[in-house]
């Protein structure tokens, strides 16, 4: 069997696929078939013109709006290419207008989900997910479910688990997926990982996945998980994601990285079943399966990152060293 | 003495100065302000399209285009604000086209001092630079004083500086810069840091740094010195880099970082006049420090790059978390 062995660069752009504004024609090709979806930029703003006016919070497919069976809380804008919520006018509490755009956004997914029009809400995933990039950091929910539908910024965890050898030689932690898993079945991964819910903060999530996905004890892991960085991308949804009906689906996303180090006595077992089985494996060893695109696409590139901060991958080495490092931590810009 | 209190997105703001394109209207009417400086894109390209085409490596000051005694190895078209250097037509060897280029550049720099028609030439350092952002990877030099005035992508070293106590508290290697350096006197910075010339590379660059700036082993710099990271931006330079006649300048900038930690018996030393002094200090008071603006503004991006690999800034503890490491890792696309 021959392997195409893949550069860190390319590995990269298989997970941020969407082109960077200055590829100017790309870019403005893909961004334009998008419509933009908006919600009010900030509610407690002095400046009437900024309380009035939207920000974009994701990016929904066209063929996805034409689907959709809309409520009348939301505001479709063929024209312009927008799908946005306008406020009621008479809204009062704390996180009033949050919490009347969490529930459009619910009863919106209802529905479709009643009526069957979007393919991909099959698949239906209920944990809250919290909007990102509002000014005003109020709380919008919405299903993780619907997050991929409505294109918005979502958030993770990804946890780099390794132990060190009596001679300080490093060993990683590297699960494989189980063949059964909805996406990537059978894939390397991160030692452990999720998506970051809106009950729950990024150590507690973190800490509740170590125990879920690799028997870990919560506790510990929360004591020494050590926060190192993120990862930033755009991925626009290809076949492996998902299935045919999810392609194109724009996804931007961030992870939030911790670096474990495990005692050598500390050996992770897969529990919930999302995890076939850990291997420990030497640095060379990974980055060979890395090359050979044996890894979940975003889980590769937080690998990247390990490697870039533990100084396997550096400028004198790899070519690509400062376009990649830039790469991997795009800006989202909302 | 009242000291303002800035926030690390905004120290992080104060050396990324250039606007991102989705702040549409302050990065149009900025960026539409500069001259493109262009190479040609790659002289081994099998496409003679691509080969003939051109690909911008620099932003020039309209008042710069305006004074400078342009040679003929130049072509200026004001009507879409290019500079660019055609190729001759007979050209042989292995870097012919970037000898070529480089010896333009430099006979250029060579009439604009001689006839003093770009003040801040006066400042003239001699260190050649590699130009960046070619796709052919050719050799393209310009002088380190030419690198602000042609607005070109330069790359350099910051190496962070540290130690521990018998408890594992970590300390850190401050310098103060010395009050009479041209840039930035008197302020802090990195523990060691330097431009990258065409001659050498980067652990050859920050080992002579070390030695020089510091009085470190050279040979036990390069052995010790860790590659973890890079930090990259755009600065439009004011005054505090140099003089009103820099302002406006357009600086790209990638920073390689490493990690030095320091064995608590070897003390950085001033020695060759850049530095006034070392400070040993604890985190919290860097971090201090780093609030008050005490810092060189590049030096300030890399010391938060350090706390944010170290876990002392991270996504529970910083609301900009997010947004502030996808900023210090800003890709600059050429």
Same mark, same amino acid.
């Given at each position: 069997? /021959? ?10 752009? %298989? ?10 024609? %790309? ?6 078939? #998008? ?97 990102? =990039? ?34 300080? =030689? ?58 190192? /960085? ?11 994601? =998902? ?29 919930? =079943? ?24 975003? /889980? ?20 690509? #060293? ?13």
């Amino acid at each position: 069997m /021959s392997t195409q062995i893949k550069t860190y660069l390319e590995l990269v752009k %298989e997970c941020d696929t969407l082109p960077y504004p200055d590829e100017v024609e %790309e870019y403005t090709r893909l961004t334009s078939e #998008y419509y933009h979806f908006r919600l009010k930029r900030s509610w407690g703003h002095a400046d009437e013109d900024v309380r009035s006016s939207y920000t974009t919070v994701g990016y929904i497919l066209p063929s996805v709006v034409a689907s959709m069976p809309w409520t009348d809380k939301f505001h479709v804008d063929h024209s312009v290419q927008t799908v946005s919520i306008p406020w009621p006018t008479a809204t009062t509490g704390d996180n009033a207008h949050g919490d009347y755009e969490t529930l459009a956004i619910a009863e919106q997914l209802e529905l479709a989900r009643e009526k069957d029009s979007i393919p991909i809400l099959r698949k239906w995933r209920a944990e809250p997910y919290r909007i990102l =990039g509002l000014e005003d950091r109020r709380e919008v929910r919405i299903a993780r479910a619907g997050s991929a539908v409505f294109g918005v910024h979502t958030m993770g965890v990804h946890v780099l688990g390794f132990c060190r050898d009596n001679d300080g =030689g490093m060993k990683l932690w590297i699960p494989r997926r189980s063949p059964t898993k909805q996406t990537f079945p059978g894939m390397l991964d991160n030692t452990v990982g999720g998506g970051l819910t809106a009950d729950e903060d990024v150590v507690g999530c973190l800490a509740r996945e170590a125990q879920e996905e690799a028997s870990l004890p919560e506790a510990w892991v929360r004591e020494h998980a050590k926060p190192v /960085s993120t990862i930033s991308y755009f991925s626009i949804r290809d076949e492996r994601a =998902g299935g045919p009906e999810e392609v194109g689906l724009l996804q931007p996303a961030t992870q939030v990285l911790y670096d474990l180090e495990l005692p050598a006595d500390m050996v992770p077992q897969p529990l919930d =079943g999302e995890v076939a089985e850990f291997l420990l494996w030497t640095p060379e060893k990974t980055i060979q399966a890395l090359h050979e695109g044996q890894f979940k696409l975003n /889980s590769a590139v937080a690998w990247i990152d390990f490697f870039i901060r533990h100084g396997y991958i550096n400028a004198q080495n790899e070519p690509d #060293y400062l376009e990649l490092v830039a790469r991997i931590h795009r800006r989202i810009w909302f």
